[in-house]
Nanobody
Framework: QVQLVESGGGLVQPGGSLRLSCAASGLTFSDYGMGWFRQAPGKEREFVGYISWNGGSTSYTDSVKGRFTISRDNAKNTVYLQMNSLKLEDTAIYYC????????????????WGQGTQVTVSS
């Protein structure tokens, strides 16, 4: 079965950086675009960014543009989320997911999800 395992979360001060990883198994990873989402306490899960199957196309929500970068290594079946200049409002559980439908910004377009990794930005 498909498994996604996120790692790399933790506690970081404002302005700091973290790199999240998402290791996939049980699928032909290079066939799929991948998304990153996050969910803050008391809020709905929201789109963070997307990368196409070959890494040739990326897209980000406005609040993270210029600070976050998504990349992937298809040889390692892994997608990454590099987060720089972190802000208090970036605190959330971060999830990676496999896109199986057209609209990459919608949660409903993703069929498989990881368990999430906590990112806490605090001074």
């Amino acid at each position: 079965q498909v498994q996604l395992v996120e790692s790399g979360g933790g506690l970081v001060q404002p302005g700091g950086s973290l790199r999240l990883s998402c290791a996939a198994s049980g699928l032909t990873f290079s066939d799929y675009g991948m998304g990153w989402f996050r969910q803050a306490p008391g809020k709905e899960r929201e789109f963070v960014g997307y990368i196409s199957w070959n890494g040739g196309s990326t897209s980000y929500t406005d609040s993270v543009k210029g600070r976050f970068t998504i990349s992937r290594d298809n040889a390692k079946n892994t997608v990454y989320l590099q987060m720089n200049s972190l802000k208090l409002e970036d605190t959330a559980i971060y999830y990676c997911a496999v896109r199986t439908r057209v609209d990459y910004q919608r949660l409903e377009s993703y069929e498989y999800w990881g368990q999430g990794t906590q990112v806490t930005v605090s001074s």
